[in-house]
T-cell receptor, first 116, second 119 residues
Framework: EAGVAQSPRYKIIEKRQSVAFWCNPISGHATLYWYQQILGQGPKLLIQFQNNGVVDDSQLPKDRFSAERLKGVDSTLKIQPAKLEDSAVYLC??????????????FGEGSWLTVV | AQTVTQSQPEMSVQEAETVTLSCTYDTSESDYYLFWYKQPPSRQMILVIRQEAYKQQNATENRFSVNFQKAAKSFSLKISDSQLGDAAMYFCAYRRNNAGGTSYGKLTFGQGTILTVHP
């Protein structure tokens, strides 16, 4: 079974430039998450989709971050304009919808962003 | 809001020995799950073990086991017979249950513990 795919794996941009990350979840997974992991910290949820609807985007800096999940499958996370503090690993994850929340959430390998 | 705290930034263990990683959490919910994830340098999060709050029996997965103390809101991970491949960052995570609901709680992570395994 293919895992969660993310691209690009690595990106270096200058501040105020824009960047986009793509995620393809595991087939059949209705729930998709984007997490931001700053070096030395635990991941922080940016946005959660269920199918193509947003469930939670309370910690997404909406003045510069945007995300979409067209057709309830692939997702794109965009940052524009980027700031130095956006340097982090952006992790995409997905899961099935189940009756209880103990189901496994599968993570991709992440997209590493460095803003200089 | 739920919080997860890992008070040990770094831990080390000799190969074949046992090590325990600590985690505490704060929540007002009674129905939730707790998880331990392993993150190697590749950064991919790998589920190690999960515990359902309503189950009194501590979860076990091969060499990995937990000590779940619900009243104390403590959730430690014990790794027995440590192997070199266990070296990684370990994260404790919390997820509120939403049984039968239409939305599912996010995973809230602790700050992580770096585990080093010495040969």
């Amino acid at each position: 079974e293919a895992g969660v795919a993310q691209s690009p794996r690595y990106k270096i941009i200058e501040k105020r430039q824009s960047v986009a990350f793509w995620c393809n979840p595991i087939s059949g997974h209705a729930t998709l998450y984007w997490y931001q992991q700053i070096l030395g910290q635990g991941p922080k949820l940016l946005i959660q989709f269920q199918n193509n609807g947003v469930v939670d985007d309370s910690q997404l800096p909406k003045d510069r971050f945007s995300a979409e999940r067209l057709k309830g499958v692939d997702s794109t996370l965009k940052i524009q304009p980027a700031k130095l503090e956006d340097s982090a690993v952006y992790l995409c994850a997905s899961s099935f919808i189940t009756a209880r929340s103990g189901n496994t959430i599968y993570f991709g390998e992440g997209s590493w962003l460095t803003v200089v | 809001a739920q919080t997860v705290t890992q008070s040990q930034p770094e831990m080390s263990v000799q190969e074949a020995e046992t090590v325990t990683l600590s985690c505490t959490y704060d929540t007002s919910e009674s129905d939730y799950y707790l998880f331990w994830y392993k993150q190697p340098p590749s950064r991919q999060m790998i589920l190690v073990i999960r515990q359902e709050a309503y189950k009194q029996q501590n979860a076990t997965e091969n060499r990995f086991s937990v000590n779940f103390q619900k009243a104390a809101k403590s959730f430690s991970l014990k790794i027995s017979d440590s192997q070199l491949g266990d070296a990684a960052m370990y994260f404790c995570a919390y997820r509120r249950n939403n049984a039968g609901g239409t939305s599912y709680g996010k995973l809230t992570f602790g700050q992580g513990t770096i585990l080093t395994v010495h040969p």
